[in-house]
């Protein structure tokens, strides 16, 4: 008998599956699935053969369950954002359409006599029919969904079960889930035989609010039995309605109850979270309480094993969200692991759980002769409605959920009307989410996509607009490559006006697969398999590096993010306020730290009386500090730290939670430098040399950040030859003490240049460079950066004063603090997955650049400056395509930015500001150079 697998293409959300219910803790027998199975992958449908009743396996591979065969040695993986990598006519999919037979024999334990054998899947990639001893089960839909199926009466207790599932890579579902991210295919959650007994519950809902410290509680069960709550003194029948004061469940304070619903079939075990979701003036509230939403989006990753991820993998997620000071989580775009949740409830995470939806190829509209987005396609009605609905029932019992989603980025339509409704009826407590709504006719929440400040602020200002609904920002700051920057417009908005209630980062993580190529070990982006259709690197536009580790951008977020402002207050005091949306600071301690140019010369703790949330108190300075103001010290910074008293379940004593910085003298103005004109100073071809310092030349260029390249704004510094200018000494010679030279920097082809005079003058130990630029021309109206470049033989250390420790920008420089650091030169790079501009630290007082041949000192004589080391070129890093790429030499190149234009989040949002541009003009730099 032929096999039947016109399922692939059926618009039906499956065949044979059983209701969507709850996930539960209870005490169902489980005989966990996990592990090795026999595998075969087929090219195509076509191609699998007609032998899953057969039991002989012996010519299969093997393959790891829960993962992907992509990443299991069975075809590639492949990465779109938007595109789908097949023809747009469903419920078509392509005739190649790759097909892995997954088999496993199991041996139903004796004890599950009279219980209900359910074999469950939590998810499936992309499609996928079940045979049981030969015998075709069904068939199910909804990748990032579960799907139970009964195998009662094809299994016996005591005997051996063969099941056999057929899982295809593309099918019609595919068409609703084209998600940003890898498509990898594959059996990527774990699976479970269950044994329900008949008198045991396997659907509970649990209803916990709260108002004014009472909570009120009731669970709903299929099966009716007693509940009990300990701590709360509380018994009483599934179904009844009780009362007792509590302790409310908020993302800063996540009490939960322990609780235990006990029926004579067994228990169901039960978190319970009291809170309540309410929108009230436009705001939304917990537990009469403004949210404000300092969220990520996060999509299930790890490198080596893409959307499996493990318990650890979860916990390690959430340990850093806590962490950073982050509170909410928008699951783009499905459903995660359900233990994801768990942590949500136990640790403290808002969610906004998204329906496993997406169909960005379609576009927004449907545009003849394009074909209707499936939300407005009746065909697919059926399949979204059961979406929302399996996702509702199964996450309805995580307090940390307080908002649902219907789907992402995927226009409007009927279907999405009826989703809602459906989502409203099955839990009218919590709000529903839909961004594409864009004019909120039936969504609970307004929200947008990647829109200015100014937009903001003009929503936040107007309560005429979307009907006064609550305002979020669903995805904003773009963390592609170096940035997002920017972000603390952003908060100064949110703070402004209590409808705009933050938002999320686009993403938690860069998406970058562990691979080898030519020999060497990097991540992967689109287009490293051989794809021929996909995104490139934009699928690695993450808070985290894929092996977790925080990028600049994740450090600029925490320090935006904080839940205190520490700041001067004007008379001499620090200003500090408490952000925190419930919590006030008795569980912090403060302290401080005085540093005369990077030296520490007074510390200890500072007295702050507990702050409530929402207010400020202002906190004079401990005497024996304020002395070190008037001891005619260097520039002098005094630090304000706040750190966990005691350890948490997410952090360890003394984990920093927010700090400020207050400058303490008075800056001093630049003295005039005398001397005379320096011998060794020399101007050829290459540039200007002195000592060990060769080829000195006026810098433009930068390698571009994905937020110049994807706009268009790297092509146009390029149309201005900003990428390949040319050098000429116009003079050079002894002038009012000192030597000087003149050069004109500019494209070839084009009438536009810099004119620079570069006067050096002999100091004690070195040399003093006073730098003017001018200029001349059709000259481009923004430069990518404006400074000088310079070689030296290889540089094995840095020490500078300055800000630091990590890489800042002109618009990424909260997270930046002033003081002494020291780097070696590989430390001091930022490992971008694509190769990129990174590094700058701006704001530099000196730096000492150590090498085997002495130690070059540069100091600024007035006018800070921007400090860049690397050991290799602005061209090889513009030309390398991985951090493997790039290889050090033998020479060290130097940087010294008089200014560089910000870097934006304009991969994908708005452009960068007019403040944040570096403006083509006239511009001066004086520097002291000195060796040791």
């Known amino acids: 008998m032929t096999h039947d697998h016109s399922y692939v293409e059926d618009f039906a959300p499956g065949a044979n599956v059983l209701p969507p219910r709850a996930w539960l803790d209870d005490d169902s027998a489980k ?189 709903d069960a299929d099966v009716a039995g007693t509940v009990v709550v300990p701590e709360l003194d509380l018994e009483f029948a599934t179904g009844d309605e009780v009362t007792a004061a509590v302790e409310p469940w908020s993302a800063e304070s996540p009490r939960l109850y322990d609780g235990v619903v006990r029926t004579e079939g067994g228990d169901v075990r039960l978190r319970i979270g009291f809170r309540t979701v309410a929108i009230a003036d436009g705001v939304l509230t917990v537990n009469g309480n403004r949210v404000l939403f300092n969220g990520v989006n996060r999509h299930e990753f790890h490198p080596d094993r893409g959307r499996a991820l493990t318990e650890q993998d979860m916990l390690d997620d959430v340990l850093l969200m806590k962490q950073a000071g982050i509170n909410a989580v928008r699951t783009s775009h499905y459903p995660p692991h359900p233990h994801f949740l768990s942590l949500c409830d136990e640790y403290g995470l808002y969610v906004i759980d998204e329906c496993d939806l997406e169909t960005h190829g379609f576009g927004y509209e449907p545009e003849p002769p394009k074909l209707p987005n499936p939300v407005m396609d009746p065909r697919f009605r059926d399949d979204l409605v059961e979406r929302i609905r399996r996702t509702v029932h199964r996450d309805k019992n995580h307090a940390s959920i307080i908002i649902w989603s219907l789907g992402n980025e995927c226009g409007m339509g009927e279907n ?357 630029v001018v200029p001349d021309g059709l000259f481009p109206e923004v430069l990518p950066r404006l400074g000088i470049t310079f070689e030296l033989p290889k540089v094995e250390q840095v020490e500078w004063f300055g800000t630091g420790p990590n890489e800042a920008y002109v618009d990424t420089r909260e997270a930046a603090a002033v003081g002494r650091y020291s780097a070696t030169v590989a430390e001091l790079q930022t490992p971008y997955v694509r190769p990129q501009e990174n590094g700058h630290r701006i704001d530099t007082r000196w730096a000492a650049l150590t090498a085997s041949t002495g130690t070059l000192r540069v100091e600024a004589v007035g006018t800070l400056f921007g400090l860049t080391v690397r050991d290799w070129t602005t061209h090889d890093l513009e030309t390398a395509s991985h951090t493997a790429d790039l290889t050090p030499g033998d020479t060290t190149y130097v940087t010294l930015d008089i200014a560089q234009t910000g870097v934006g989040t304009a991969a994908c949002g708005p452009k960068l500001p007019d403040r944040d541009k570096l403006k083509t003009a006239p511009a001066s730099l004086s520097l002291r150079f000195t060796t040791a």
């Not at 948490?648 to 430098?673: F, K, N, Y």
Request: proline content about 8%.
């Open 416 to 772: 999405l009307k009826a989703m809602y409704d459906v989502a409203k009826e099955i839990d009218p407590s919590r709000p529903v989410h839909y961004e594409r709504d864009t004019e909120a006719e039936f969504v609970d929440i307004y929200s947008r996509m990647y829109t200015d400040p100014a937009g903001c602020a003009e929503i936040g200002a107007d309560p005429e607009l979307y009907r006064n609904l609550p305002f979020i920002l669903c995805e904003y700051g773009h963390a592609m490559g170096n940035g997002p920057g920017g972000l603390l417009d952003y908060r100064e908005v949110f703070d402004k006006y209590p409808r705009c209630q933050g938002g999320f980062i686009w993403e938690w993580i860069d998406h970058g697969l562990r691979t080898t190529i030519d020999g060497r070990e990097v991540y992967a982006y689109g287009g490293d398999f051989g794809e021929t259709i996909h995104d490139g690197n934009f699928v690695c536009d993450g808070l985290l590096f894929p092996d977790r580790t925080p990028s600049p951008g994740m450090l600029e977020y925490i320090k935006v993010i904080e839940p205190l402002r520490i700041v001067a207050d004007g008379n001499g005091a620090v200003s500090i306020t408490n952000r925190y949306e419930v919590l006030d600071t008795s569980h912090l301690r403060f302290t401080v730290r005085v540093e005369a140019e990077g030296e520490v010369v007074g510390d200890g703790g500072l007295p702050v009386p507990v702050i409530a949330p929402g207010e400020t108190v202002s906190v004079e300075f401990p005497p024996a500090l304020v002395k070190l103001r008037d001891a005619g010290r260097p520039e002098t910074w005094l630090t304000v730290t706040a750190e966990l008293a005691e350890a948490t379940s997410w952090a360890e004593a003394g984990h920093r939670v927010a700090w400020g910085q207050i400058r303490l003298d008075e800056p001093a103005a630049a003295e005039p430098v005398t001397g005379s004109a320096p011998t060794d100073v020399t101007a050829g071809v290459d540039g200007i040399s002195f000592g060990d310092v060769r080829n000195a030349r006026l810098d433009v260029w930068r390698a571009p950040i994905d937020n110049d390249a994807n706009p268009g704004v790297a092509n146009a510094w390029r149309q201005e030859g900003l990428h390949r200018v040319q050098h000429r000494i116009v003079s050079q010679g002894e002038r009012d003490g000192a030597w000087e030279v003149v050069a004109r920097t500019a494209p070839p082809q084009l009438q536009w240049g810099l004119v620079s005079t570069w006067r050096w003058t002999a100091v004690d130990g070195g040399v003093v460079l006073d730098l003017s």
């Open 31 to 219: 005989l966990p699935l996990t592990g090795d199975w026999n595998f075969r992958l087929s090219p195509s449908v076509a191609d699998a053969p007609d032998d899953l009743k057969d039991p002989d396996t012996s010519g299969w591979g093997t393959i790891a369950v829960p993962g992907h065969w992509q990443l299991s040695g069975y075809g590639a993986p492949a990465y779109t954002n938007v595109v789908y990598p097949f023809p747009l006519e469903p419920p078509f999919v392509p005739t190649d359409n790759p097909t892995g037979d997954y088999v496993r024999t199991v041996t139903i334990p004796a004890d599950w006599a009279g219980a209900r054998v359910v074999l469950r899947f939590e998810g499936v990639d992309s499609r996928f029919a079940v045979h049981v001893n030969g015998e075709l089960v069904g068939w199910s839909a909804g990748s990032r969904l579960p799907s139970e199926f009964d195998l009662t009466d094809l299994v016996a207790p005591g005997k051996e079960a063969r099941i056999a599932v057929r899982v295809h890579q593309w099918s019609v579902g595919s068409y609703v889930e084209d998600q940003d991210m890898w498509w990898l295919s594959g059996i990527f959650r774990e699976v479970n035989l269950l044994a329900l007994k008949p008198s045991a519950p396997t659907d509970v809902f649990v209803h916990a609010s709260y108002a004014d410290g009472t909570g009120t509680l009731k669970v």
